[in-house]
């Protein structure tokens, strides 16, 4: 890896408009005051690294579960899925990850498998890191039908800054693990519903990246992990 790929990650096309924006705003700050323009050149680097669209290396073996989001592990709780996806009402293991405004945005699929349903749902705009957020909170609901038969449920919800939920997949496509679903702009959260039965690998405070970090793996029987934050 080149020294200049440390700092200088590819932009999701979503981000072109966004940065163009701060890009004009800077140039009228710096007529009004130099001061304020350095203000804008900030911000416009800021909004370039929000929208920034790295490449991953997502491994490949079957039954790998990995973050669809950058983050950290806020909740881990067991919680109905979203009833507009259709699933059985019955609770699984619920794993969510927050993502600030610093972290990258663009969301990954979580394993391989045929989109089943989207519903998106309007809603308010608490704070993404609460519990009541998966409830109260606008979001986008995808149900996932796997390779043997059983299904997963990933939620994009919006926060206290987000404003704006993207999908990019419809119903019936065929995704596979790691690849790019959508994004939400400007700070907020993924939620992953397992299967019955799956026990997540990751704890609560754990750093994630997308498409990258193992969040449950469909053929183990390792219980809930212990941990130790040091």
Not at 160 to 179: N, Q, Y
Not at 188 to 207: A, K, W
Not at 217 to 224: G, K, M, V, Y
């Amino acid at each position: 890896m080149k020294m200049r790929d440390t700092f200088l990650k590819p932009m999701h096309p979503e981000g072109r408009k966004f940065v163009g924006i701060f890009a004009a705003i800077t140039v009228g700050l710096f007529l009004i005051w130099p001061v304020l323009g350095w203000i804008g050149i900030g911000l416009t680097i800021w909004c370039y690294y929000f929208f920034r669209d790295p490449v991953r290396v997502t491994p490949q073996r079957e039954g790998l579960i990995v973050s669809p989001a950058d983050g950290v592990v806020s909740l881990i709780e067991q919680a109905v899925p979203p009833s507009e996806l259709g699933m059985p009402n019955k609770a699984l293991t619920r794993v969510s990850v927050f993502m600030s405004v610093f972290n990258c945005h663009v969301n990954r699929t979580p394993i391989a498998g045929r989109i089943a349903a989207i519903a998106y749902r309007p809603g308010k705009f608490f704070n993404a890191s609460l519990d009541k957020a998966s409830a109260d909170n606008e979001r986008n609901s995808l149900c996932i039908d796997m390779a043997d038969g059983r299904q997963l449920a990933v939620v994009q919800i919006a926060g206290l800054v987000a404003r704006r939920i993207v999908c990019f997949s419809s119903v019936d496509d065929v995704l596979r693990t790691g690849e790019r679903f959508g994004l939400i702009r400007f700070g907020s959260r993924l939620d992953v519903y397992l299967p019955e039965g799956v026990e997540p690998m990751v704890s609560l405070g754990q750093t994630m990246i997308a498409g990258e970090t193992v969040l449950a793996d469909l053929a183990s029987t390792e219980p809930t992990r212990m941990v130790q934050a040091d």
